[in-house]
C-alpha cells in the first residue's frame, strides 16, 4: 500500500532506514499495540528492537516519508521574524 493511502489520524508502523511504511498497527486482544520485529536486509537482528508506530502525521514529519520537510517562513529575515514573535506572545 503507498504511504499516500494513509490518513493523517490512522497509526502506522515506520521503517526509519528506508523512510517508508511498514503497515498499520495491530492490535491484541488485551486492546495494546503488537510490537512488529525489526530486521535489517540480511535478515539478522539489529540494535533496534522493534518498528516505531505513532500516527502517519507525526511519522511522516519525524522520518521524512514523503520527503523534505518544508520549514515554514524558513526566507525571514530576524527583522521580520522578531515583531511576529511579539506579537504572538511566545515568551513568558
Do not use: C
Not at 503488537?34 to 522520518?63: D, I, Q
Amino acid at each position: 500500500m503507498p504511504d499516500q493511502a494513509y490518513s493523517d489520524d490512522e497509526l502506522v508502523y515506520v521503517d526509519p532506514e528506508s523512510r517508508s511504511v511498514v503497515g498499520k498497527v495491530e492490535w491484541t486482544k488485551e486492546g495494546d499495540a503488537k510490537s512488529v520485529p525489526y530486521k535489517n536486509a540480511e535478515g539478522k537482528g539489529h540494535w533496534r528492537k522493534f518498528f516505531p508506530f505513532g500516527t502517519y502525521k507525526a511519522m511522516k514529519n519525524t522520518y521524512r516519508i514523503e520527503g523534505k520537510r518544508i520549514e515554514k517562513d524558513a526566507d525571514m529575515t530576524l527583522d521580520e521574524a522578531l515583531p511576529q514573535l511579539l506579537e504572538d506572545k511566545f515568551f513568558f
